[in-house]
T-cell receptor
Framework: DAGVIQSPRHEVTEMGQEVTLRCKPI?????LFWYRQTMMRGLELLIY????????DSGMPEDRFSAKMPNASFSTLKIQPSEPRDSAVYFC?????????????FGPGTRLLVL | GDSVTQMEGPVTLSEEAFLTINCTYT??????LFWYVQYPGEGLQLLLKATKADDKGSNKGFEATYRKETTSFHLEKGSVQVSDSAVYFCALSGLNTGGFKTIFGAGTRLFVKA
């Protein structure tokens, strides 16, 4: 299995630009998560989907952030407009089902730098 | 609300030393508890988990026991290796309105010297 795939691995952009992060979950997994990791705030859950439907987006920082999951094999996290404080590592994770007992499988992350 | 507190790092040990990383939690209901490990430049990966009280999770020489009475899930290893150098995250996952919520601790960085 290829594992969770994220692209790009690194992104450098200027303040005000739109940024789109992409994720391909493990085939057959029904839940998908987006996390943000920073030194100051640690690992934060932004949003998660069950069967392509957003279940909890209470962690999305503000309206500049949006996430979609148009099908079971693809999700995007978009920031528009981007700001320097959005600089972080963004992880996508998936899990087989919808139970809190299951393991989450993380992708390698996208390191975002907003200048 | 639910929360996870783990000991601050970094923790520096010599090879073959005993490791303990403390983790305590606050939660309503009966969450599942996890330890994840993150190596440099990589995403998190599961190290071990326990889904009910008194369960012991174990993997690669690491162990942790779900203690409901002390709300703890401390990570231990009897003899660490240089290759164990990484950041370790304690996490809980509990039921929430419409689904569940996963909360991670701040992470504890471990350095093991040869």
């Amino acid at each position: 299995d290829a594992g969770v795939i994220q692209s790009p691995r690194h992104e450098v952009t200027e303040m005000g630009q739109e940024v789109t992060l992409r994720c391909k979950p493990i085939s057959g997994h029904n839940s998908l998560f987006w996390y943000r990791q920073t030194m100051m705030r640690g690992l934060e859950l932004l949003i998660y989907f069950n069967n392509n439907v957003p279940i909890d987006d209470s962690g999305m920082p503000e309206d500049r952030f949006s996430a979609k999951m148009p099908n079971a094999s693809f999700s995007t996290l978009k920031i528009q407009p981007s700001e320097p404080r959005d600089s972080a590592v963004y992880f996508c994770a998936s899990q087989p089902g919808t139970s809190e007992q299951e393991t989450q499988y993380f992708g390698p992350g996208t390191r975002l730098l907003v200048l | 609300g639910d929360s996870v507190t783990q000991m601050e790092g970094p923790v520096t040990l010599s090879e073959e030393a005993f490791l303990t990383i403390n983790c305590t939690y606050t939660a309503t209901g009966y969450p599942s508890l996890f330890w994840y490990v993150q190596y440099p430049g990589e995403g998190l990966q599961l190290l071990l988990k326990a889904t009910k009280a008194d369960d012991k999770g174990s993997n690669k020489g690491f162990e942790a026991t779900y203690r409901k009475e002390t709300t703890s899930f401390h990570l231990e290893k009897g003899s660490v290796q240089v290759s164990d150098s990484a950041v370790y995250f304690c996490a809980l996952s509990g039921l929430n309105t419409g689904g569940f919520k996963t909360i991670f601790g701040a992470g504890t960085r471990l350095f093991v010297k040869a």
